[in-house]
């Protein structure tokens, strides 16, 4: 039985900059192109979906349903950093996630031996993570697959859980109405009630024929979905190139020492990780991240043929990180340590780089 959590945060976009800017909280609020430039809404507020504003509609139009809606025009780039972050705190829990966007993932966490193997306490913990360290409501939905875990991450928003367990699913689904179905649009749902059909219980008593004749290969699908199945798995699209943490300091550290003397901790930090890589990945690099108190920023590297003693290790990371603080010789607000990594298959072995 697999335990898949799917991670939603609550109107991502607008929830960011009402974390950066206090003022922005408690108001109807959207981020959006510009009315007289027809622009659309990207993401608003719960304020202002309480006008009846969502997204994807015209600017124009929601500010006739609400004229104090604050619009914005938004920052991608810090957007994307935010969610950079977020989906760190996933990979903590298992190698098996997969982004859909920047605020939503599917993880897979059968395997996970985190929080004792309990899907749902890390759902739990990986809400609370993300508020604490990001400043971000996410929702979660915890079931035994794609689909369920997706509805279920919905059901309570906003900052909420629901958890259907493998002995729920059964009254779950037959009670599901059929809007609630991937795939199933305004136009699908009409057609659906104008059949008499409300609820998966109703596709079940339809019969898998009907509906296939009915709706063709959708009807097939539906007929899945309406039993609760989906074996769809969760795909890592991409190869990791790197593992790293880092960390933003409370107060910037003043001087080298002051960095050198966070370097173990966050060196264990990147122990951690690396040993929770589901697929053994040799290591080709080590890197050390600086950003400085005016943000200024920059990564010192040297090339790796594996792991060293660890002993060498650190005093690697500690070069990088002397060379790093150099380039700026000012405080700095985020330190950051990491290994650049190659998968660990059949390939000749790169060239033996002397290190020290
Ligand atoms: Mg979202």
Not at 37 to 55: D, K, L, P, Q
Not at 220 to 249: C, F, I, M
Not at 272 to 297: E, I, N
Request: a positive charge; proline letters at 4%; charged letters at 30%.
């Amino acid at each position: 039985m697999r335990k898949i959590i799917h991670c939603d945060c609550d109107c991502f976009y607008a929830a960011v900059e009402m974390r950066d800017n206090p003022s922005l909280r408690g108001i109807p609020l959207a981020v959006g192109g510009r009315a007289d430039r027809r622009g659309v809404i990207a993401t608003c507020s719960y304020e202002a979906r309480a006008f009846g504003v969502r997204s994807a509609m015209a600017t124009a139009k929601a500010l006739k349903l609400c004229p104090q809606l604050k619009v914005i025009s938004g920052n991608m780039a810090r957007y994307r950093e935010v969610s950079r972050q977020i989906m760190a705190i996933y990979r903590d829990y298992t190698e098996l996630v997969e982004p859909l966007s920047l605020d939503e993932a599917y993880l897979d966490v059968s395997a996970s031996n985190r929080c004792q193997g309990s899907a749902t306490r890390i759902a739990e913990e990986i809400r609370q993570r993300v508020r604490d360290e990001v400043g971000i409501c996410v929702s979660a939905g915890v079931a035994p697959n794609r689909f369920l875990a997706k509805i279920a991450s919905d059901w309570n928003k906003p900052d909420g859980l629901c958890v259907i367990r493998p002995d729920q699913v059964e009254a779950f689904v037959r009670a599901l109405p059929v809007e609630k179905l991937h795939g199933v649009g305004n136009k699908t749902a009409e057609r659906l009630h104008r059949m008499g059909i409300n609820t998966c219980d109703d596709l079940r008593a339809r019969g898998n024929e009907a509906l296939v004749q009915r709706f063709g290969r959708f009807g097939q699908r539906l007929w899945e979905l309406a039993w609760g199945r989906d074996e769809r798995p969760v795909q890592v699209n991409h190869e990791r190139k790197s593992v790293s943490v880092e960390h933003t300091y409370p107060e910037d550290l003043e001087n080298l020492s002051s960095c050198l003397s966070h370097l173990p901790a966050l060196i264990d930090e990147l122990e951690g990780r690396y040993s929770r890589l589901l697929r053994p990945a040799r290591v080709c690099g080590a890197m050390v991240k600086v950003k400085f108190a005016d943000f200024t920023q920059t990564t010192a590297e040297q090339a790796l043929s594996g792991r060293g003693e660890p002993a060498a290790e650190a005093l690697l990371f500690e070069r990088l990180t002397q060379a790093a603080w150099l380039r700026g010789e000012r405080p700095v607000r985020l330190l950051g340590v990491g290994f650049r990594l190659r998968e660990a298959d059949g390939e000749a072995p790169a060239e033996q780089l002397a290190l020290f």
